[in-house]
């Protein structure tokens, strides 16, 4: 079955050269030239990967990828973005985005991120382990489901895999670059700093549930550890 890759693109040039290589790649390709004709697209379809542009006509690829995330639809998204602007980026990606692209970019390396996010949503990430427990933590991978003493904890797509990552790794510390490779595909200073935001947000959620410090541990110059302990009855 061909994946389906929704482009969001208001430039008519760079849009003709997007599908005809997606296509020429075995993919299917749908277009929308601004942001209230993506928005409905993306709601009448089921597309594999969105490449989104930033700036859009109506509504902007910020708030539509905001708006994605908000309502639990997580398709992974790749801004495409003309201001090679730090904030801009980290915005995104802290947002839910998975991936961001400058303009001018090449496509090959556009095609290969793709297959990267395409390859990484097919692989066995948790081993087919229905559930996975953790002093109080229980993890429903196939649901993306995340259990605090029995009450359900709301978390983004990203720091559900953050924390399934850490927990299946209980008491072993993960390195900085392998989480970022892992979660983002490669490492950056902006990666970098997104995980230490996701790492912060996690912890705030799990800590609002009475597990002390979110039950994560900075290890300094190194990385991250989760340690069951610490909940508070």
Known sequence: MKARILVVEDDHA????LTHNLEREGYETGVA???DEAWRKIQSGEWDVILLDVMLPH???????????????????IMLTARDDEIDRVVGLEIGADDYVTKPFSVRELM????????????????????????????RPENYEVFLKGQKVDLTRKEFELLTLLVQNKGRVLKRDYLLQRLWDYGDTVKTRVLDVHV????????????????????????YKFEEKGYEE
């Open 33 to 35: 030239m601004d942001g």
């Open 112 to 139: 290969a991120r793709i297959k990267v996010i395409l390859r990484r949503r097919n692989l066995d990430l948790y081993e087919g382990k229905p559930e996975i427990e953790a002093g109080p933590i229980l993890i």
């Open 59 to 77: 509504r902007d690829g910020l708030e539509i990828c905001r708006q994605l995330r908000q309502e639990k639809n997580y398709t992974p998204v």
């Open 14 to 17: 760079l849009v003709s050269l």
């Open 200 to 223: 912060s947000k996690l912890r705030e959620k799990l800590a609002s549930y009475g597990l002390k410090g979110g039950g994560i541990e900075t290890v300094r110059g190194i990385g």
